[in-house]
């Protein structure tokens, strides 16, 4: 009988040979910036400090601060998403301060507990959990006291133009109501259930789940797929850039962002 991550794993198996490229060029490098900047000041200073990339995807982020010479963590649900991280891990020779562990964000038991001074979950990984509560309380368990978590999701608002422009009223219905879509995947049998977020829901859920929101803002609020003829040009990159970051943080902005990134704090268990 097919579970309910079923599709999400096929999917990523199936894209992770390419992953990488299918996000590569300014446009992307920018948005990669942003986030980076986001998570940066959250980075601990002790390089014997343990992190976990959860949702790793191809390792962006994880490996960045594994070259720096911190341990790494990194799972993911996809098997093959784990072998591209591996791969790249080896070729930039970290792989022996990295841990590869395939496993569920909502199921982290074998990772260790009250561990972790970083998790990491950029990407849409608490979106597309089957409960994005229980996957935070499992990020909750593996942080020690204090830790933090820096992770991004799904903006609800973004979406609506999408539901509107196929006059689909039920689905638009749902994604107000409940803030659920589907991952729009080319195969029907690759599509499965997402989670989006507002700022005020997701502010909820987070102090729900005993986290301190350090940081949020939209990512990007500026239109860059419309905009991405203009990355070719650096200059005028650098320019949309600043200004993005200008207004990313806006409370105002944050529902035209396609993504909210946030760190978080664990609070005492």
């Excluded at 200073?45 to 343990?50: E, I, S, T, V």
């Excluded at 749902?174 to 997402?194: C, N, S």
């Amino acid at each position: 009988m097919p579970g309910p991550n079923d599709a999400n794993q096929r999917y990523h198996d199936r894209v992770a040979p390419r992953y990488d490229e299918i996000y590569r060029g300014p446009r992307w490098e920018a948005w990669y910036e942003l986030s980076w900047d986001g998570l940066k000041p959250h980075i601990p200073a002790d390089l014997r400090a343990p992190v976990a990339d959860l949702g790793c995807g191809t390792g962006k982020y994880g490996l960045r601060l594994a070259k720096s010479g911190y341990n790494v963590t990194f799972s993911d649900l996809s098997r093959e998403m784990l072998e591209v991280t591996l791969r790249k891990a080896a070729e930039i020779g970290v792989e022996t301060a990295c841990e590869f562990i395939q496993a569920d964000v909502v199921d982290l038991r074998e990772l260790r507990e009250n561990h972790f001074a970083l998790a990491i979950a950029q990407g849409d990984v608490l979106s597309f959990a089957t409960s994005p509560p229980k996957a935070l309380r499992e990020i909750h368990r593996l942080l020690r006291p204090g830790g933090i978590l820096v992770a991004s999701v799904d903006q609800t608002y973004a979406a609506l133009t999408h539901y509107a422009e196929k006059l689909d009223l039920d689905g638009l219905q749902t994604l107000i109501q409940r803030g659920d879509m589907e991952w729009l995947a080319r195969e029907k049998h690759e599509r499965f259930p997402v989670h989006t977020f507002s700022a005020e829901d997701l502010q909820q859920l987070l102090a729900k789940c005993r986290f301190e929101l350090l940081d949020l803002f939209g990512k990007t609020v500026l239109p860059f797929k419309a905009m991405e003829e203009a990355f070719a040009d650096e200059a005028r990159a650098r320019r949309i850039l600043a200004l993005e970051k200008k207004l990313c943080r806006k409370p105002s902005a944050l529902g035209l962002a396609s993504h909210l990134q946030f760190a978080a704090r664990a609070l005492e268990k």
